[in-house]
C-alpha cells in the first residue's frame, strides 16, 4: 500500500470583476445588475471616477452588495483600474465599462475556462445598441485572437489581435507584475496597457463565447464622431505609450524588442495615414508621407485578403494612388467611416461578408 498522500483537491476559482464609471448614471446600475443577477458568486468592485451626475446616488442603492470605491479626484480610466485593482482579491480579474454588462451565463463561462498558467483570456463580445438591444460580434468572428505565446508578437510588432476591456479577463498573479499603472499616460484606454504587457508574462487564450455587451452610444471616448485626425492624433498617441510599456516590461524580463515598433503595426500605420491626409500640419509623427504610409497599408491588406475582398483592397488602393488630396480623403472617409459610404459601397461589403 502506498505510503504517499492524495492530492489535495484544487480550489475552485474566483472572480473580481471592478466596474470603472464615471457619469454614466444612465446605465451603470445595468451593468451592476448584470453581474448580481448570475448564478455565480462574485467579487464586485464598484470605482467611481468622481462623477458629476448622480452616479454615486444610484451605486449607493447597492448597499453592501457591492465594494464602492470613489475617488476623490477625477483621474481617469487608468486610475479606475489601479483604485479597483488594489481590492480584488480573486484569482481572475475582469474589469467591466460601465455602459456595458455581462451577459446571462457569463460567469460560470468565465470560472470553467480557469487555467492556472494562463494570463490573459480574450472574449467575442456583443454588439448593444443605447437600450439594450444585441446586435453583431466584436471582434469579427472572421478574425482569429490571440492563442498562447504571443509575446514574441508583441514585442516585434507591438499588436495582435485581440478584444477591448469588457471582453477580457485576466490572472491577478501576472496582474500583480504590471500594476498599477501610469494613470496619466493612460488616462484613456487602460485596458490598451493591460493587453500590451500582459501576455509577456503568460499564454493568451481566446474564446468564441461572447460574455459581454458591448454598448456603442454617443458619448463614448472610443467614438469621436466624425473627428478622424483628431481621433487618430489619440490612438498614435496612445500607440506611443503602450510601445514605451512593451519596452519597459520587456526590459524587466530581458527579452529584445523591435526597434521601431510602429514600422511593423498596421493599425498604427492606418492612423498615421489618417492623421497625415486630414491634419498633416498637426501630425505628431516626424518624416511620414501620404505615399509612404499608403504603400505600407496596402501591402499588408493585400497580403491578409482573400477572395473578394482582396479584388476591393486592389481596386480602393489603386484608386487612392492617383487620386488627388481632396479625393483621397473621401475616399479614407468611406474606408473608416461605414456611414459616409456610397449605397453601392455598402451593397459591395454585404457581399464580400457574405461570401468570405
Not at 471582434?139 to 510588432?157: N, V, Y
Request: aromatic fraction near 8%.
Amino acid at each position: 500500500m502506498s505510503s504517499e498522500s492524495p492530492l489535495a483537491p484544487t480550489a475552485p476559482p474566483r472572480l473580481s470583476i471592478i466596474i470603472t464609471n464615471y457619469n454614466y448614471a444612465k446605465f451603470v446600475a445595468a451593468a451592476i445588475d448584470s453581474v448580481l443577477s448570475q448564478d455565480e458568486p462574485v467579487e464586485l468592485i464598484v470605482v467611481d471616477d468622481c462623477s458629476t451626475d448622480n452616479s454615486r446616488d444610484v451605486i449607493g442603492q447597492y448597499a453592501d452588495r457591492v465594494i464602492p470605491v470613489f475617488q476623490e479626484v477625477n483621474r481617469g480610466h487608468g486610475a479606475g483600474f489601479n483604485a479597483g485593482f488594489s481590492r480584488a482579491t480573486s484569482e481572475l480579474v475582469m474589469f467591466l465599462d460601465a455602459d456595458d454588462c455581462l451577459l446571462p451565463g457569463a460567469i460560470k463561462t468565465i470560472l470553467s475556462n480557469y487555467e492556472p498558467e494562463v494570463a490573459i483570456y480574450h472574449y467575442r463580445m456583443r454588439y448593444m445598441d443605447e437600450a439594450g438591444a444585441l446586435s453583431g460580434i466584436h471582434p469579427s468572428p472572421e478574425m482569429a485572437m490571440a492563442e498562447g505565446d504571443i509575446s514574441e508578437q508583441l514585442r516585434m510588432k507591438g499588436r495582435y489581435v485581440g478584444t477591448i476591456t469588457s471582453g477580457l479577463v485576466f490572472s491577478r498573479q501576472d496582474l500583480v507584475h504590471v500594476m498599477p499603472m501610469d494613470p496619466e499616460a493612460f488616462r484613456q484606454g487602460g485596458d490598451g496597457y493591460l493587453s500590451a504587457v500582459v501576455p509577456l508574462y503568460g499564454a493568451s487564450r481566446s474564446f468564441e463565447t461572447p460574455v459581454s455587451g458591448y454598448r456603442l452610444h454617443g458619448s463614448q471616448h472610443s467614438r469621436f464622431s466624425s473627428a478622424y485626425a483628431k481621433r487618430s492624433r489619440w490612438c498614435i498617441g496612445h500607440d506611443a505609450e503602450r510601445y514605451r510599456a512593451i519596452r519597459e516590461h520587456a526590459g524587466r524580463l530581458g527579452l529584445s524588442v523591435a526597434a521601431d515598433l510602429g514600422a511593423h503595426d498596421p493599425d498604427n500605420i492606418h492612423e498615421r495615414l489618417v492623421s497625415m491626409l486630414f491634419a498633416s500640419d498637426e501630425h505628431p509623427v516626424a518624416g511620414d508621407s501620404i505615399r509612404q504610409l499608403a504603400s505600407q497599408s496596402t501591402r499588408y491588406e493585400k497580403a491578409h485578403a482573400t477572395g473578394l475582398k482582396k479584388l476591393f483592397v486592389t481596386l480602393f488602393w489603386g484608386l487612392f494612388a492617383l487620386a488627388p488630396k481632396g479625393e483621397k480623403q473621401r475616399l479614407m472617409r468611406w474606408k473608416i467611416d461605414a456611414k459616409s459610404r456610397p449605397a453601392w459601397m455598402r451593397r459591395a461589403a454585404k457581399r464580400m461578408r457574405r461570401s468570405g
